[in-house]
């Protein structure tokens, strides 16, 4: 894929590898049970578009976890718990989501990067907590 290039997302992805993942989602406030469940390497990730909006569906041992959003709109949800702001938006082969749990005061950016074989997810969360997790495409 050339540069700028304007990548699919649509597809189901598995994890290939993961660095600092359990890490990040300890710096967002998961206790050690959820991390295990989130952090496994059976995660699954199912992205469909239509437009702008864009689902992803993620499977792990602990459930499954739908997001939804549209292009430059704020959005809402409650994965977890409690209620997360967020905004994505598209640059290219990369869609940023910048998030707020609003209850929490957590800030985190999450950063999907994707190229033929698959995708990189990049996150970042408070105290500059980095993680990355490749996905490659499965269908």
Do not use: C, W
């Amino acid at each position: 894929m050339g540069l700028g290039a304007f990548a699919d997302f649509t597809g189901t992805y598995e994890v290939a590898s993961s660095e600092g993942y359990e890490e990040y989602l300890e710096s967002i406030g998961f206790g050690p049970d959820a991390r295990k469940d989130m952090a496994s390497p059976e995660q699954i990730v199912t992205i469909t578009q239509e437009g702008d909006h864009y689902t992803f569906k993620t499977t792990d041992p602990a459930g499954t976890i739908v997001s939804q959003f549209t292009l430059g709109q704020e959005f809402v949800e409650s994965p977890y718990g409690e209620p997360v702001k967020g905004i994505a938006r598209r640059d290219g082969n990369r869609i940023i989501l910048q998030q707020r749990n609003t209850a929490a005061k957590l800030d985190n950016t999450i950063v999907f990067e994707a190229d033929d074989q698959g995708i990189d997810v990049h996150f970042t969360g408070p105290g500059n907590t980095v993680a990355k997790r490749r996905y490659k495409r499965r269908t």
